[in-house]
């Protein structure tokens, strides 16, 4: 059996309880009441007010994320990516730093619930073991993707344990399914790729968002082809054909409306044009299979430019191997197919699509598996089912099959962290630990592994999933002592097994303690050599996509929430105020349909209208989104839970609509009002945002900067020591929002809610504006950080009536928020409007646990002050005292505040002005360098670097 | 005058002393229940704004100041008429002052009692409010002199103050006045203690106009003061259609153009309700509309100012936002402004109307709403569009921001009908210097 207490407690077990104990008690009391009692005895290895970091690995779906966990007093409260993670440059997903809150969630389940009453372990298992003890038929488990070589090995052991045996799906439904079965047919397995962004100069992307949020690796290695030196680059170019507008079109060179259902013609077309002009096609791709994609025709077809096209047939030629077309997961596999042709023509295959340490591919079930599998259920195929991570009860795509698949199965038990929709269909509901409580180990590629170890002991009287089913595994096998009774001895176990290298001179203990500590492990693997093409299932899948109809209504294209992805985040409250990159809007979701077709239809954003496809239908308010192609609807999913404290009635639920390619649109007549955090899309003919192409570029240098210093009534300020300063490069950002996400981690920053965010009362300190210029049928997108500006001459300063806000002496504006009393003038006259004022008392709203969250070095702000960035002065003074206590001067790269730390794109860099040889200072005087609204004369500290874009030609304009 | 040469001291006297040792009418009661209803009504919503925080009103980012400040300048504008009537008039010996100079003193009083409120609650913090003002303290922590948010905290307690000292020295005779008449009792105990030992000696003449004379002069530069420096809010900032050098001259001149408007409201109303009519003449009121009108001129002159400003700076800011001012989302309430302001207080052109009760009431309740949407006009839209876009934002009031702005009317107009009842609403002592002397000969 489980035993609870592990005896076996390992020091950092020991101490992470110590703390999280210590810091629990401390966090359920208001510090005004309770007596802050110093350490009698210090435990070791903790200095209180000094943060640890430990190494810990964060999965999503089929990616793993290096993660580092700062810890403060026992609590994790802060992640960023870890260095020793390879690609991924010490950054990681904005899901991934706000999933720190989640451990905090006060919706968590604390103990086991049986038959809808709240238990414990001894009655759960008295009541899951017997029937599965008994079970003549197979067990049902069902999960997320595993990723994990020791998970794949449990599930083997469950297997062998069980008598009735055990049927294994892994569905992540916001993965897709396309791109899995295109490899299938095309190399034979369903290896992923990687993606070199970093090595690619140009890139096609079908319908893919390559730059979104999650796509750390994708957006560093965009990055590093974004920021060239001078005019003359080198800098990648990025054309997107997309229905719906993402980041990635958001960021490209040149970016056509295009519908999904032709994107597979596109690319056959591409190949055929390409061919054309004598590029050879793979071996058993027949020409004739391409002879009906014809580029003109298509062109004429989606309302593009014909130039355009054939301009990126000759790019792509040009490129070669540098090239990279990509085709995103909402696309069918024909798609898939034919970038994988072009791939291969271009000589792309293993270069920028990199297979060669691919992992062991994991199948995922796709949607009709699934559906399978709920009706085998329903037909009482299955002795039990165990629901372990995915939310199959929210995300399942049919209500009624959901419902008839429970009915059919005598026992459902559900392990998760929370009381969610799976949960409440199942007898046994039994609560896990958050991944920063638990023990793992990840594959990302076949060269590398990544430990997950737990950050802080068990807040609640959880397990680890792996555990329970561990524990399954225990009570069934006849050899019960051949598992350990912990998944950590199960993981160690097999470590030692099959990961430490035989004949090694470093005992196994040292080299699973170099392993955690660095929470990766580089091994030695042999390449896989190139993948060959299948030219039969390249020929079937032109012939499947000459044969597609175009679909009646609107296209429907799917994607998975930038905040609350598949809905599994829905709870969490920074991820639903963290606004969708491209329309802006906050808690929930709404159909994004071209301008043309909103005048048609005369809908406005937030008019409600009825999407039906299949029998199912869904009511969702729509957003009239620039850049749209015309008769393409776009959605997130992951809204509309029907559990969560916060999660409940955000948004609709498209799941039922899942798997749909067309649907059909009714207007309600009804109006929703929509929490957009900007309201105002245009620029209005102001410099703000800068984007310059590359021969404009190179046009400015030439005439040089039009030097206009301003007149000035004061002597300039003087710093003695240091300036702090920041600069933001527009051309390497790419609008993720880890940014903001990790500023509402590292400072407090509370979470408003949608009624506030619709009276424009948002609290970010950190936030992306985004502009459209241009018409809206094809706009140009500009996007740009902005925070406070730090202002030399800050306007905020003097009219403070009572000095709440000053200038310190190294060119921080401060903000004092004792002395504050509320006025709101600072706010007024900040040009920026980066100044946040706390409407209502927002601290009190937190729900214990979420309060341990908060950053013990930053002031939680109570109501009637202002708010705004601070540098992240606390990170500063920290190093300022490090640096002291090593007897040497502050260097460059001591202080970072967290926005610069989470950019996966390196747009941020920060540090001292008056140091002539630091990056910042360079970067000042660079001559894509400007101030926003430098025309005041206030000075801002904060250099932004004007975006660049690399067009084909100096007629096409981007986006034209 | 001819009204005039009817009236004797002792009937001046009686008339107007024996109000407050009357009995009420039903009307003033009426009057004073709803009234004090909509002062009540304004406390409890304070008190909610206090318990809740300053989300409870429609304020957002852009606009953090709304109905708050708008109502402060209004109120302010408001206190400026009885001064300037009191000092300045009294320094250009404008005799036709004398009949309305109390009541349009008390009402500065009272206007200024409603203007300081606002700033006061609208604080996030408003009970360390006393940080504004520069009190020693062991931490060694000043108010911070360059913001004008401070210049406006001496200036409008410096009005007030000396507002307050002028109307008090001014009543001194007239209560002692009433003292003589009180039966002995409460009553007469409180008007002793208030009319400070005035006995009408010759020396205590000498005194009082000396002081009075001082005052008035000292006011006098607090009349243009006061707006001037609640200008300096506006034209000191940054913000695109509140910097510009205009503003001190512009506002001073708004505010005794609603000022006047209130004066003449409520004059008209307490002349006939109270049979003042012969004491306050059409020629008074006529003399009212006749500043109503010049200032009027003044406003349009200072809208046509600040739209040649807006196009001849070729500021993209300044010129986006006086567009708003006509043709954004709060268009109409540009339009209504300029409608009240300057386009209806042209009917005062002709003597007739200047003269007619009705018409005067109109005009004056159209330059208050005017005024009210001028200084939304200024605060609410230079503040919804400023220089980013990306923090464009609308604002809308909430239930409690309208009940605030009816409980300040609501103050108001109680302190107004206490003072009509309980203190002589004429300057008796001033009308009396005036009157035809008995003695003289036609």
């Known amino acids: ?960 | 005058m001819a009204p005039e040469a009817t009236l004797s001291p002792a009937s001046l006297d009686e008339r107007v002393l024996s109000a407050a040792e009357r009995k009420p009418p039903a009307a003033w009661w009426l009057a004073l229940a709803a009234a004090a209803s909509c002062m009540s009504l304004g406390f409890a919503l304070m008190a909610y704004t206090l318990y809740m925080g300053i989300g409870a009103w429609g304020n957002n980012r852009p606009v953090v100041w709304a109905f708050d400040i708008i109502n402060f300048v209004f109120w302010i504008g408001i206190g400026h008429a009885g001064t300037l009537i009191s000092a300045i008039l009294l320094l250009f010996r404008a005799r036709w002052r004398n009949a309305i100079s109390r009541t349009a003193e008390a009402m500065t009083l009272f206007a200024v009692v409603c203007a300081g409120l606002f700033p006061l609650i609208h604080l996030g913090r408003p009970w360390i409010n006393f940080w504004l003002f520069p009190y020693p303290n062991q931490r060694g922590l000043w108010p911070n002199f360059r913001s004008p948010l401070i210049w406006d905290v001496f200036a409008v307690s410096t009005y007030f103050s000396v507002s307050l000292l002028f109307w008090y020295l001014g009543l001194v005779p007239d209560i002692a006045s009433m003292r003589e008449r009180a039966r002995p009792g409460l009553r007469k105990l409180v008007l002793t203690v208030l009319s400070l030992g005035w006995r009408g000696e010759a020396s205590h003449w000498r005194h009082y106009e000396k002081a009075y004379l001082l005052l008035a002069g000292l006011a006098t530069g607090l009349v243009l003061s006061v707006h001037s420096v609640v200008s300096f809010d506006f034209a000191v900032s940054l913000v695109p259609g509140w910097h510009m050098t205009i503003f001190p001259p512009y506002f001073v001149a708004g505010a005794i153009f609603s000022g006047f408007a209130m004066v003449v409201l409520v004059l008209s109303v307490v002349r006939r309700t109270m049979r003042l009519e012969d004491i306050i003449t059409p020629h008074h009121l006529e003399m009212m509309n006749k500043v109503i009108l010049a200032t009027s001129c003044l406003m349009a002159y200072s809208y046509l100012v600040e739209g040649f400003t807006a196009w001849y700076s070729m500021n993209p800011y300044l010129h986006h936002i006086f567009k708003q001012y006509l043709w954004g989302t709060y268009g109409w309430t540009g339009w209504t402004a300029i409608f009240c302001n300057c386009l209806i207080p042209q009917l005062f052109w002709s003597s007739r109307l200047r003269r007619s009760a009705p018409v005067m009431l109109f005009v004056a309740v159209a330059v208050l709403i005017g005024m009210w949407f001028e200084r939304f006009v200024i605060i609410v839209i230079s503040l919804h569009q400023d220089f980013l876009p990306s923090s464009w934002h609308l604002y809308e009031p909430t239930l409690v921001d309208y009940g605030i702005l009816l409980g300040s009317f609501g103050l108001f107009f109680t302190l107004v009908l206490l003072f009509a009842r309980l203190l002589p609403v004429i300057a008796t002592t001033e009308m009396k210097a005036h009157l035809p002397r008995e003695d003289a000969h036609a």
């Open chain 1, 1 to 960: 059996m489980i035993e609870d207490a592990d005896i076996r407690l390992s020091r950092r077990r020991f101490l992470g309880l110590m703390g999280a104990t210590a810091a629990f008690a401390a966090g359920c009391s208001r510090p005004d009441r309770g007596a802050i009692v110093p350490f009698n005895k210090r435990p070791e290895g903790v200095t209180p007010g000094l943060a640890d970091f430990y190494a810990s690995t964060f999965q999503e779906g089929l990616t793993a994320y290096g993660v580092l966990v700062r810890i403060r007093e026992g609590r994790p409260l802060h992640l960023q990516g870890n260095d020793e993670h390879p690609g991924f440059r010490g950054k990681t997903s904005p899901r991934a730093i706000a999933d720190v809150l989640r451990l905090y969630d006060p919706d968590r389940l604390r103990r086991p619930i049986v038959d809808g009453r709240p238990s414990d372990w001894a009655r759960a298992e008295a009541r899951i073991l017997p029937a599965l003890k008994a079970a003549r038929k197979p067990v049902l488990l069902l999960s997320g993707a595993l990723l994990s070589p020791t998970r794949r090995a449990l599930v083997e052991d469950l297997r062998k344990a069980l008598p009735g045996g055990l049927v294994h799906a892994a569905w992540e439904p916001a993965c897709g399914e396309s791109e899995a079965q295109a490899s299938r047919a095309c190399f034979g397995d369903e290896r992923r790729s990687r993606l070199r962004l970093d090595r690619a100069e140009v890139v096609v992307s079908l319908e893919t968002d390559l730059l979104a949020g999650e796509r750390t690796e994708e957006i560093a290695g965009f990055a590093s082809k974004r920021a060239p030196a001078g005019p003359e680059g080198p800098m990648n170019r990025l054309y997107a054909f997309e229905g719906a507008m993402s980041l990635t079109g958001a960021n490209s060179d040149h970016r056509t409306p295009w519908k999904p259902s032709r994107a597979a013609a596109l690319a056959f077309a591409l190949a055929r044009a390409l061919h054309r002009k004598g590029v050879p096609l793979p071996s058993g791709v027949d020409a004739a299979a391409l002879a009906p994609f014809d580029l003109d025709a298509l062109a004429r077809e989606q309302g593009a430019s014909a130039s355009l096209l054939h301009g990126l047939v000759d790019d792509l030629k040009r490129a070669g191997r540098a090239a990279l077309v990509a085709a995103g997961p909402a696309l069918p596999p024909q798609a898939h197919a034919a970038c994988h042709l072009l791939n291969a023509m271009l000589g792309a295959e293993g270069r920028t699509v990199d297979a060669a340490f691919a992992p062991p591919g994991e199948a995922l079930a796709g949607l009709q598996d699934l559906r399978g599998l709920l009706r085998s259920a329903a037909a009482g195929k299955f002795a039990a089912a165990v629901f372990w991570q995915a939310n199959f009860g929210y995300a399942s795509a049919d209500p009624e099959l959901w419902k008839s698949a429970a009915a059919g199965l005598p026992l459902k038990v559900r392990i998760g962290l929370h009381a969610d929709e799976t949960a409440q269909a199942c007898e046994a509901a039994l609560p896990e630990h958050h991944w920063l409580e638990a023990w793992g180990d990840f594959e990302p590629a076949s060269d590398l592994l990544c430990l997950q170890q737990p950050a802080v002991g068990p807040l609640y009287d959880t397990r680890q999933g792996e555990e329970i089913l561990l524990g399954f595994a225990r009570a069934l096998s006849k050899d019960a002592h051949a598992l350990p009774a912990d998944y950590r001895e199960y993981l160690q176990r097999r470590w030692r097994r099959e990961v430490y290298p035989a004949g090694s001179l470093v005992p196994f203990e040292s080299f699973w303690q170099a392993s955690l500590h660095d929470g990766v492990l580089r091994r030695r693997a042999a390449p896989r050599p190139p993948r060959r093409l299948d030219g039969r299932a390249v020929n079937a899948a032109a012939a499947a996509a000459l044969a597609v109809p175009p679909p009646p209504g609107f296209e429907l294209l799917l994607s998975p929430g930038a905040g609350v992805y598949d809905g599994r985040y829905a709870n969490n409250g920074w991820l639903q105020e963290l606004p969708d990159p491209v329309t802006k809007l906050t808690w929930g979701n709404a159909a994004a349909l071209s301008p043309s077709d909103a005048q048609r239809l005369r809908l406005q954003d937030g008019d409600v209208v009825r999407l039906e496809a299949g029998g199912r239908s869904a009511e969702i308010p729509v957003v009239v989104q620039p850049g749209q192609a015309p008769g393409v609807l776009s959605a997130a999913l992951g809204y509309g839970r029907r559990s969560g404290s916060v999660a409940s009635g955000v948004g609709v639920d498209l799941y039922p609509l899942l798997g749909a390619a067309s649907v059909s649109l009714t207007p309600t007549g009804a109006r929703e009002a929509l929490p957009f955090a900007q309201r105002h899309h245009s620029l209005e003919g102001r410099d703000a945002a800068r984007s310059l192409s590359l021969s404009e570029y190179a046009e400015s240098r030439r005439k040089g900067r039009p030097e206009r210093p301003l007149a000035r009534l004061y002597p300039p300020q003087r710093f003695p020591a240091r300036k702090w300063a920041m600069a933001v490069d527009l051309s390497a950002c790419v609008g993720c929002g880890a940014c903001v996400v990790a500023c509402q981690s590292e400072n407090n920053v509370p979470v408003v809610g949608p009624e506030r965010v619709l009276k424009g009362r948002e609290m970010h300190w950190m936030r992306i504006d985004r502009y459209y210029a241009g018409p809206p049928e094809r706009p140009r997108v500009l996007l740009q950080p902005m925070l406070c500006q730090h202002c030399d001459d800050a306007p905020c300063e003097s009219v403070c009536p009572v000095n709440a806000t000053n200038h310190d002496s190294e060119g921080l504006n401060q903000m004092a928020y004792n002395r504050c009393v509320g006025t709101r003038y600072c706010s007024n006259n900040c040009p920026y409007k980066v100044r946040r004022f706390n409407f209502f008392e927002y601290a009190a709203q937190t729900r214990e646990p979420a309060g341990l969250a908060f950053n013990p070095e930053v002031t939680v702000r109570p109501r009637g002050v202002m708010e705004k960035c601070t540098f992240c002065v606390q990170r500063i003074q920290e190093a300022k005292a490090a640096a002291r206590a090593a007897g040497r001067p502050l260097r460059e790269g001591d202080v970072e505040p967290a926005c610069a730390a989470a950019c996966p794109a390196g747009a941020i860099v920060f540090g001292d002005l008056r140091d002539p040889s630091s990056r910042v200072s360079k970067l000042a005087l660079s001559d894509r360098g400007y101030r926003v609204l430098e025309e005041l004369g206030i000075r801002p500290s904060v250099t932004y670097l004007a975006d660049l874009t690399n067009p084909a030609g100096p007629e096409e304009r981007r986006g034209a």
